[in-house]
């Protein structure tokens, strides 16, 4: 089994110099795969505001209880 040199020839590749620098304004090879990261969006929003009412419920419930037994006790 050849797996060969998966590092291409900087001889034959082209939009270098010599000695394997990259010349201004060329992208370098190495950056093409930057391309297929996926799409960029922004998250949904709005999604928190029920179970925050859920949690603001439930808070002002068991301080509601502690507050009853406090003052029947």
Request: without cysteine.
């Amino acid at each position: 089994m050849n797996a060969g040199n998966p590092d291409p020839d900087p001889r034959n590749t082209p939009g270098l110099e010599p000695g394997g620098s990259v010349p201004p304004g060329e992208t370098p090879p190495a950056e093409s795969s930057t391309s297929e990261a996926g799409p960029r969006h922004e998250p949904p929003r709005g999604g928190a505001r029920g179970p925050l009412i859920v949690i603001l419920v439930v808070v002002v419930l068991v301080a509601a209880f502690f507050l009853a037994f406090a003052f029947l006790v």
